[in-house]
């Protein structure tokens, strides 16, 4: 069963950022995100009243709504931009180091020491970057430079967002609680956003957009998180993390499929040193 649920987050999570490309641009990024947000809410709601509802909230509740902005609310919202801005697998690229500014943030805040290969799977992750990008570096357009900007920002928050998160689990708060409260504060957050920005609530007939969006709401929001939680129970948080290093290989062999990005010694390189760094910097020691 570990197995299973392990392989269903991988590749959901992997393929997470082609669902956003799949959903279009028929609702405005922020609104969709709403949407996301809204219906991953009420699935956690319903599971909370039913299986958690005796272990409410307990410890610092600053944390956990910071926790809940930064991982499903800014970041996802940074994401989306860099992905309608630059490409689906550029950003799973990105988006893969946060196997290496996790650790780093999580040592600056609680004064540990850093392992060497943490540094060492972080450079493989530029340097598959650079691999990736070198050929068009000349054509590169102001439009794509804007999206791994955000994409960039993205990751940062995200790994925030997780030592917020390591933050609330030493605190022993209950994760189901702990994403509950969290993904109410990225609705809230992202109605007061679309409110000031003046975005329209529009439901769109288009099939494609409800297929992103069931997907990253219930499968990417809920069931992989679910999933990933127990994951970490069962096998341990180091352990479950692996699933990272894949999803450059993931992303970037759907957006081949899809047609967004075109297959290239460059792109098979870059993305077979971006999935060893995410796993040198995240593979255990022999004495841990």
Do not use: H
């Amino acid at each position: 069963m570990n197995y299973l649920m392990y392989l269903f987050c991988m590749l959901v999570w992997g393929l997470n950022f082609i669902a956003v490309k799949i959903q279009g641009n028929s609702v405005a990024l922020e609104v969709s995100l709403l949407y996301r947000s809204a219906i991953a809410f009420l699935l956690f709601l319903i599971l909370f009243f039913l299986v958690y509802k005796k272990n409410f909230m307990q410890g610092n509740l600053f944390s956990v709504i910071g926790f809940g902005l930064c991982n499903f609310t800014l970041s996802y919202l940074l994401l989306y931009y860099g992905t309608f801005y630059s490409s689906a697998a550029i950003v799973t690229l990105l988006f893969s180091m946060k196997a290496v500014l996790t650790p780093i943030f999580i040592s600056m805040v609680f004064k540990t020491k850093i392992a060497k290969k943490i540094y060492l799977g972080g450079l493989l992750g530029l340097i598959s970057v650079v691999i990736i990008i070198y050929p068009d570096i000349n054509n590169l357009t102001p439009k794509f430079i804007i999206g791994i900007s955000f994409a960039v920002l993205g990751t940062v928050v995200t790994s925030i967002g997780d030592v917020l998160s390591f933050y609330n689990s030493q605190k022993n708060i209950n994760p189901v609680t702990s994403n509950l409260i969290g993904m109410f504060s990225a609705v809230v957050f992202m109605i007061i956003y679309t409110l000031i920005k003046g975005s329209v609530y529009e439901i769109p007939n288009e099939l494609n957009f409800w297929i992103g969006l069931i997907y990253l709401s219930v499968f990417a929001s809920f069931l992989a998180w679910l999933f990933y939680l127990k994951l970490i129970s069962n096998i341990g948080a180091a352990e479950s993390g692996y699933m990272v290093a894949m999803f450059p290989a993931i992303g970037g062999t759907a957006s081949v499929i899809m047609g967004e990005s075109q297959l290239s010694v460059n792109l098979v390189v870059g993305v077979i040193l971006a999935c060893f760094g995410a796993y040198l910097a995240l593979r255990k020691s022999k004495k841990n």
